[in-house]
T-cell receptor, first 109, second 114 residues
Framework: GQQLNQSPQSMFIQEGEDVSMNCTSS?????WLWYKQDPGEGPVLLIA?????ELTSNGRLTAQFGITRKDSFLNISASIPSDVGIYFC?????????FGAGTRLTVKP | DAMVIQNPRYQVTQFGKPVTLSCSQT?????MYWYQQKSSQAPKLLFH???????NEADTPDNFQSRRPNTSFCFLDIRSPGLGDAAMYLC?????????????FGPGTRLTVT
């Protein structure tokens, strides 16, 4: 089956810094999705990407669907304390979807 | 506000004692999913309903069953919980536009097995 490699596993950054995380796969996906999960809550969709090469922003978040359809990245600019959480990528192809293992983000004030 | 609601938020059950977790949605979405999430791991899909059509993941244990009596409600039944079934259980919904696209997750039910 398709496996997603999400990196880094964790990040410790200072408030105000920019953040970048990515997901790669050995197989192609039709859709890439990025979710954020706060402790004790369900994941919340941040950005959905539907076309190879697509670059989409949501406030301070920017994500891109890689041109090969095998990767995606998420950038967060000017991080703030409420950005803390676990970020999951997810790739979808037909009737299958895979989550990455998550990137745990810690923001130090 | 339209949303996905899970009850209870915390459930304690005894080893081997059947337990049911519930999920309801006001989004009128065609698809409802159940995921199991263990600590520091990604959610793992157990099964989903597309309308009334039930789709079980190949590696979901027989111990886990689901019911969807109507569009709004979906239940997860664990027939004989083991210690390894302690986890967060997440319900999610999406429109019928495409499977797994833009899922809306509930807050989860954290299951403890004693």
């Amino acid at each position: 089956g398709q496996q997603l490699n999400q990196s880094p596993q964790s990040m410790f950054i200072q408030e105000g810094e920019d953040v970048s995380m990515n997901c790669t796969s050995s197989s192609i996906f039709n859709t890439w999705l990025w979710y954020k999960q706060d402790p004790g809550e369900g994941p919340v969709l941040l950005i959905a990407l539907y076309k190879a090469g697509e670059l989409t922003s949501n406030g301070r978040l920017t994500a891109q669907f890689g041109i090969t359809r095998k990767d995606s990245f998420l950038n967060i600019s000017a991080s703030i304390p409420s950005d803390v959480g676990i970020y999951f990528c997810a790739g979808q192809l037909n009737n299958d979807m895979r989550f990455g293992a998550g990137t745990r983000l810690t923001v130090k004030p | 506000d339209a949303m996905v609601i899970q009850n209870p938020r915390y459930q304690v059950t005894q080893f081997g004692k059947p337990v049911t977790l519930s999920c309801s949605q006001t989004l009128n979405h065609n698809v409802m999913y159940w995921y199991q999430q263990k600590s520091s791991q990604a959610p793992k899909l157990l099964f989903h309903y597309y309308d009334k059509d039930f789709n079980n993941e190949a590696d979901t244990p027989d111990n886990f069953q689901s019911r969807r009596p109507n569009t709004s409600f979906c239940f997860l039944d664990i027939r004989s919980p083991g210690l390894g079934d302690a986890a967060m259980y997440l319900c999610a919904t999406s429109t019928g536009r495409g499977l797994f696209l833009e899922q809306y997750f509930g807050p989860g039910t954290r299951l403890t097995v004693t």
